[in-house]
């Protein structure tokens, strides 16, 4: 294998941290050349960086040594994942029966995990009872009873409630979860929040230990978050008055942003520590409160700049005056570009060095016209059948929203750590698709 060099002018932040590129003006990730790895594990495929998604996780440990981190497995889960975000000493965010189960089995300790979900069904609570989950969030009055009824005799489960603090933040409407009038938390002005609480105080096979809030996803400033505190120091104040208690812990959420292209802002953990908790001692302070215990749930900030997505390029076109590139893979690989909008940064990987000088539209070959993952991005003239183009920022709801849209099979997942690469996750075959259909 070539060895890597650092080249001053990029990868840039957009890259996990060990990217290079190589003499040969091929990209390596982790020490090993992304063209090898389509070559060996095929395209299209999801490389992650072993050693970025430890450093990131180290990030938020590091900023909030006195808080719960927890990974918020939504965005990629694996069991190698859970194993790395588990000896890194985070916490994991889960939000179904089944990332529960795989935590489980990748022997994740029950009680550093919190349980979500705006609707979750009798299977997700009695295995989060079975497996013995450290939180469960409540986010509707109906299922406080509901989960206090399976909670055997003289335990008590630890539960949050989820409240809406009415704040907008996010990067699209489809992901702001802290405005009213969605479908997730209970409301502090409406009421419906102060309303659960005591719902939750009335049950004495649950133990309420404080509130949560989760603002949205793809947020890059610390300042939603500080609304976030200046609204429910306040209603904890409330709550203390109306019931004579005061709680010991405040989960404030994830949905912290990364850059999908050069120039993008992404959220500072150190910044946020500062600013969050300074906010939040002087807000209760004045109100007599004891400062409770910090969560946090980045998801998307862990492991999304620690993936790169590969792709083989199968046909070049000019139609209409526009030039597309069109792949092996796409809308069911990556969904994003068509369901928010999101630009990404697309280079090749054996030629990283060619300068991309000409617009062109990278496509997939799904059959319609939406699926596009990237607009008008730079590439060089040259691209033609058979290169690999690179997207990097590809590792946090790409695996976890893939779909088998056309039944061309979920890409596989490699591992790279050190110059060496592993297969984690096998590609999807035919087979697998077409094996949960009965006889006829
Ligand atoms: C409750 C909760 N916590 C954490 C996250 C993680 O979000 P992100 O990946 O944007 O950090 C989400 C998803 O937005 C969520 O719903
Ligand atoms: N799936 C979204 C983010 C939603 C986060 C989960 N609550 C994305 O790809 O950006």
């Avoid at 006195?66 to 588990?86: I, N, Q, S």
């Avoid at 105080?201 to 610390?222: D, K, N, Y």
């Avoid at 007599?288 to 076109?317: F, M, Q, S, T």
């Avoid at 697309?346 to 060095?353: D, E, I, Q, S, Y």
Wanted: with cysteine; hydrophobic share 45%.
């Amino acid at each position: 294998m070539e060895s890597a060099r650092a080249d001053s002018a990029w990868p840039g932040p957009v890259w996990p941290a060990s990217a290079r590129v190589l003499p040969s003006g091929g990209l390596a990730v982790g020490g090993v050349p992304l063209a090898e790895l389509a070559d060996r594990f095929g395209t299209p495929s999801y490389v992650v960086d072993e050693d970025e998604v430890r450093a990131r996780a180290r990030a938020w440990r590091a900023a909030l040594p006195d808080a719960d981190v927890a990974y918020a497995g939504k965005a990629f889960l694996t069991r190698a994942m859970v194993r790395w975000v588990e000896e890194e000493g985070l916490h994991l965010d889960v939000c179904s029966a089944g990332e529960l189960e795989l935590a489980a089995h990748a022997g994740f300790p029950g009680e550093r995990v919190v349980l979500h979900g705006n609707a979750k069904s009798p299977d997700d609570l009695r295995t989060a009872l079975r497996l013995g989950v450290g939180r469960v969030v409540l986010d509707n009055t109906g299922e406080v009873a509901r989960l206090a009824a399976l909670v055997p005799p003289g335990a008590r489960q630890k539960v949050l409630v989820r409240v809406v603090p009415g704040i907008e933040a996010g990067a699209h409407a489809a992901v702001r979860t802290g405005v009213e009038g969605q479908k997730f938390g209970l409301s502090v002005d409406g009421g419906e929040a102060a309303d659960a609480v005591a719902r939750v105080l009335g049950q004495p096979r649950l133990e309420l230990v404080g509130l949560h809030c989760h603002l949205g996803s793809q947020i890059t400033s610390v300042d939603p978050y500080l609304a976030a505190v200046r609204k429910l120091v306040p209603f904890l104040s409330t709550l203390r008055d109306v019931h004579g208690v005061t709680f010991p812990e405040l989960d404030l959420g994830g949905g912290f942003g990364i850059p999908y292209r050069d120039g993008e802002p992404t959220l500072d953990p150190a910044e946020y520590a500062a600013r969050v908790r300074a906010e939040l001692a002087l807000r209760c302070a004045h109100v007599d409160l004891p400062v409770p215990r910090l969560a946090v749930e980045p998801g998307r900030w862990i492991a999304g700049p620690a993936g790169v997505a590969l792709y083989r390029v199968l046909a070049v076109k000019v139609s209409g005056g526009r030039t597309f590139v069109a792949v092996d893979g796409g809308m069911s690989d990556n969904p994003r570009p068509a369901l928010y909008g999101v630009r990404y940064t697309v280079r090749l990987a054996g030629r990283a060095g060619a300068a991309p000088d000409r617009p062109m539209t990278v496509v997939g070959r799904h059959c319609e016209a939406g699926d596009v993952l990237a607009e008008d991005v730079p590439l060089p003239g040259d691209v033609r059948p058979g290169d690999v183009l690179a997207v990097p920022a590809s590792g946090a709801y790409h695996l976890s929203m893939a779909s088998s849209y056309n039944l061309v099979g979920r890409p596989p997942v490699a591992a790279v750590t050190g110059g060496r690469a592993r297969l984690l996750v096998r590609r999807e075959t035919p087979a697998d698709l077409w094996s949960r259909e009965l006889p006829d």
